[in-house]
Structure formats: structure tokens, C-alpha cells
């Protein structure tokens, strides 16, 4: 049932309406939530490295603009019908998991990121780059007690990817985990690595990297710049799994000699290359390689109280989302460092 709040009838939101076209404010008429919806009330909007193919537009006509966005913290305002389990004021978070079918295999199953009918906020409908938003409830997770929206907002995506990616690949207790990549994914990856007990090793270009990684938990340091990190790992006893959070796959055939019999290479940066296979070494000494898709609103919430209890934080710079056009080119040319969030309702310098 609809709630009884008052809602405004409007929203700014951030739109493209064609290739090339920068996003610009509009003002969105806000229509009551579908049954089995709820309109959120955004506090906090991450920017991540995939919204950069939706912001160009490609996808966007004047009769059909876009407005992305997939990392999302907010309050629910109001609830469409049938939504149980829910109230208004709840706080919650939605990430690039943006609701299913329910009924299909995957989502019987547990694992409804792979629905074939998922849908992925800012594509499948409007998305976090916006005072509002409306979502499927099904999408909603539950932000753990204490911790800020700009905190959750890129636990929706970057969090639950590498929360999941460590978690998930049988790594032995006590093994060994390389993080290929400081940046908004491997910040969070190297945290979740050292926070499970795993013995750390954080790979990047440059000495000066060094302080940085240790300050987020990493046991060592391999600068790519002055060693080869194969040969690196190779040298601290091997890893049992290597996650590389780089944009390219370019360095990845580099890290094959570093890997440990039965251990994996897991991929989270994605750049549409191609990554050729020591067939042999991997037969002979029982590796994989293998991708990994972000998480369900379960998973959110388990990343979410496993970051909260153990002191796992995404470094976010904060921006008005006026702003975002600056956020997007900084991603897109490769100067920001960690997570930028996008904050409604404030208006730059």
C-alpha cells in the first residue's frame, strides 16, 4: 500500500539524451511506485567504472534519456502495493543488482545475479544519478546499523564484487591472496583479503604505492614497476589466489608463474581483451582463471556487517551531483583514485 508521506511530485536528475552529450539536470515528474516498487529518497550516488559506457549516451535519444547511475543509499519514502518486509524510513542501498524475475532457475537457486531477466539500475530503468529513485523491492538491501550512506552507496557494487571475489574462491585459512591493482576496486580488496586473515600482497607501479598499501592491510608490497610480480610472488612462497582489479588484462599473463598449484586468478577489472592460457601449467597444476560478477542484496548486506564490524571502508571523495560530468571524465581519463559519490541537493563551488 501507498504510505501516506507527502512526496514531491518532482526530482532532479541527471540525463543524457544522446551520444556525446554531456549530462544535464532535468526535472523528473515522480510517479507513484508500481506494486512490488518503492521510491528511495537518495542520499548518497557512487560513479563507477561501468557507468562510463551509459553516460556517452549511446543508448539515449531526446524521447528516451538516460539517467545512470547503479550505487545507490537512500531512505524509502514510499511503498508501492504488495511490498512486505519493508517501511518507510528503512535505510537501504541498491547496487548493479537492480531486481529479477523470482522464478527462474538462478534465482531459485540463491544466485539471481545471473537471472536472464535481471534488471541493472540506469539501464533497465532510471537510475541513481537523481534525487529519487524507483526500484523493484527485491533489489533492496539493508544498510548495516552505523555506517553512513556514502560508506553503503559503493558497497552496492565495488564492495560486494570484492567482498565475494575473496570470500568465494576456497581459498585455504591462512593462505596467501595478491590484489593486482590499488584502486576503487583493489582498496577494497586488499582490505577484505587482510580482514579474513589472509596473508596480503598488494601489487601496483611505483614505490610510493608502498605506505598506501600497508595502510589498508597488506602484509607486502610488489612494485611492477622494479620487479616482475610473478617472480615476486614467486619469491614470497606463491599465492593461492591473485584478483585482478586492473581496467586492463594486459598484465595478467605476468601473474601466472606467481600462482600456487590449485590456485585461481580471478578477474574483476574487464576491458573486452583476451587473456592467453598456459594450458600445460594449468592442467599439470590444477589453476583456474575465472570472472566474478558483483552480488545479490543478501550478499550487499553481508558485505555491508563484515565491513562494519571489521573496519573495512571505501575511500570516497565526495561531490555534488551537479558535479557529475566532472566525476565521469575524471574516471574516464583515469584520475580518480578510489570511489567518487555523488551527494543531492548540494550545489558545487
Known sequence: MLSDT?????????RVTGPGESLVPTDVVISPPEPGWV????????????????????SASPDHPVTPGHEVAGVIETLGDGVTGWRVGDRVA?????????HCRWCRSGRPVHCPDRKIPGISYPGGWSERITVPA????RIADGMEFFTAAPMGCAGVTTFNAVRHAGTPNG????IFGIGGLGHLAIQFASRMGYETIAIARGAEREPLARSLGAHHYVDSDAMDPGEALQALGGADQII???STTKPVPGLWSGLNPYGRITLLGVDGGEVPVPVAQLVTKAQAICGHRTGSPVEIEEAMNFAAVNGVTPWVERLPLADVNEAVTRLREGHARFRIVLEPGVTGD
Open 6 to 14: 507527502h512526496i514531491s511530485p518532482h526530482s532532479l536528475s541527471m
Open 138 to 141: 527485491d533489489a533492496l538491501a
Open 39 to 58: 521510491l528511495v529518497r537518495i542520499m548518497a550516488t557512487g560513479v563507477c567504472y561501468a557507468d562510463i559506457a551509459t553516460a556517452s549516451g549511446k
Open 244 to 246: 585482478s582489479t586492473a
Open 94 to 102: 541498491v547496487g548493479w543488482f537492480g531486481g529479477s524475475c523470482g
Open 175 to 178: 593462505g596467501r591472496i595478491a
